[in-house]
């Protein structure tokens, strides 16, 4: 064989594969240029709510990788369809089971009530009292959920105010006597019970086939998440005493937050705070509208309007609201938590409140 003479021969027919391997390796390069850094698993709040929909889901699936052109990334999926038991969130974040999670106060503070202290029924009568309170307890529970959780606090997101559907008329909360109402927490449960009524302990997602069913008469969700699973057709009467908010807290377990380029967590923690704060506009903003959705008010700009007539509180219901908080609820909740959770609510809530936590000895 001439080997000079058969080459140009032989180059030319590796030349389709030459090239193709060229393209291959330029394709890889690029791919690997575009492929984002790190992409995060994040579950999240509640699906279907306009926090998760608006808010949550949209910045971890867009916003991130636009901020940091394109280096990072994120999918996230609500808690409540990963298959995560909503109580046990905390315990699988410090584990890392979930490297970024939202968990419910509501449901975590069953196994850990120090942790309901800033959303305990009866103690929020309106945003801003809201805001005074979380800022109040803010420190302590990051404190705790890193210390005792192995928890990194990353934000604080609030649900929309947590009130009365009614199948028949409330005008008080003394109408709500001897009814069986829906509950999603032990504090409500403390509250209703105060109120002479029969709690009902009732998960989001089975609300309403247990309302239809009969089981119960009344139920306290959000206003406008009760909205959006139709309570407003088989309720007549809506009170709206925020009986709570439902707040939740979203954080990392500390090792993945540790492990993380430091350019990424500079980042989360100065876009983090804008999420928290929109997701707090949201929830006031829906507390409003959710309420003028179940009335078929002007407010509603969505097309499930109902036609359920209003009753507010009255400066009784309020003053009364506020001392079955004090007598009932936080006794409660202190027969549960023991003195350090008094000395935690003395330090912190109390003296924004006005209201002390007796301490056994």
């Known amino acids: 064989m001439n080997f000079r003479n058969g080459a140009p021969s032989l180059h030319r027919s590796l030349l389709p594969y030459i090239g193709s391997l060229v393209l291959s390796a330029a394709a890889a390069t690029a791919a690997a240029q575009a492929a984002p850094a790190q992409r995060l698993r994040i579950v999240g709040g509640l699906a279907s709510v306009s926090q998760y929909t608006l808010h949550e889901e949209r910045f971890w699936t867009q916003d991130l990788a636009r901020l940091s052109g394109g280096k990072y990334s994120a999918s996230i999926v609500p808690f409540n369809q990963a298959g995560v038991p909503g109580p046990e969130m905390l315990n699988l974040m410090k584990l ?10 509501s449901q975590i503070s069953s196994d850990h009530p120090e942790l309901a202290t800033p959303d305990l029924a009866g103690l929020n009568p309106d945003m801003p009292t809201l805001r005074r309170v979380v800022s109040a307890f803010r420190p302590y529970l990051e404190k705790t959920l890193s210390e005792r959780h192995q928890v990194e606090l990353l934000a ?15 005008r008080q909360l003394s109408d709500l006597a001897g009814r069986r109402i829906r509950v999603s927490g032990v504090a409500q449960a403390d509250f209703v019970r105060a109120l002479n009524g029969t709690p009902v302990f009732t998960e989001f997602a089975e609300l309403m086939s247990n309302m239809s069913s009969g089981n119960t008469e009344c139920a306290i969700t959000g206003a406008m998440s009760g909205n959006a699973l139709g309570l407003h057709r088989v309720t007549n009467s809506l009170y709206t005493m925020p009986i709570n908010w439902g707040l939740a807290v979203f954080g990392a377990n500390k090792d993945t937050w540790n492990a993380l380029p430091a350019e990424l967590k500079t980042l989360l923690r100065s876009e983090l705070p804008k999420l928290e704060a929109a997701v707090w506009a949201e929830s006031e903003r829906e507390t409003s509208e959710g309420v003028a959705c179940n009335t078929g008010a002007a407010g509603c700009a969505r097309d499930r309007k109902g036609s359920m007539v209003e009753a507010r509180p009255s400066a009784e219901d309020q003053r009364r609201g506020r001392e079955i908080f004090a007598t009932k609820v936080l006794t409660g909740w202190l027969q549960r938590c023991g003195s350090a959770c008094a000395q935690a609510w003395n330090q912190t809530v109390g003296p924004v409140t006005g209201i002390k936590a007796p301490i056994s000895q």
């Open 96 to 105: 890392g089971v979930v490297p970024f999670g939202t968990a419910l106060l």
């Open 156 to 170: 604080v997101y609030v649900y929309p105010a947590q009130v009365v559907f009614c199948k028949q008329q409330v």
